[in-house]
């Protein structure tokens, strides 16, 4: 059973920063491949990060958060980031991690990528 806790949401000012934690147990394999997707009212699930591979990782970012978001990972791959600077009213949402190496992970597919498990979510709160 893997499971997946986040950590680090919060509310911030517009031109702020938070780093998401994504905290992964119960199976290493499941590290190889990550995401971060948000949430906001109203509005469909977007993915926003991801990272895949075991020694050479790629990493893909949603065009709207390039050059300000970070995805990362731990040595041990327990535990993926997110920080995000510069943030803006539109990063509002609820983010979630996703682990799990369904299939292999490319340009075309990372944004829809069916992980096998995902967090509860943690609230990320941007004002003007």
């Known amino acids: 059973q893997v499971q997946l806790v986040e950590s680090g949401g919060g509310s911030v000012q517009a031109g702020g920063s938070l780093r998401l934690s994504c905290a992964v147990s119960?199976?290493?394999?499941?590290?190889?491949?990550m995401g971060w997707f948000r949430q906001a009212p109203g509005k469909e699930r977007e993915g926003v990060a991801a990272?895949?591979?075991?020694?050479?990782?790629?990493?893909y970012y949603v065009e709207t958060v390039k050059g300000r978001f970070t995805i990362s990972q731990d040595n041990a791959k327990t535990t993926v980031y997110l920080q995000m600077n510069s943030l803006k009213p539109e990063d509002t949402g609820m983010y979630f991690c996703?682990?799990?190496?369904?299939?292999?992970?490319?340009?075309?597919?990372?944004?829809?990528?069916?992980?096998?498990?995902r967090g509860q979510g943690t609230q990320v709160t941007v004002s003007s």
């Open positions: 996703a682990a799990g190496c369904a299939a292999p992970m490319n340009d075309d597919n990372w944004r829809s990528y069916q992980y096998p498990w």
């Open positions: 119960g199976s290493p394999s499941s590290s190889n491949c």
């Open positions: 990272i895949f591979g075991g020694v050479n990782k790629r990493t």
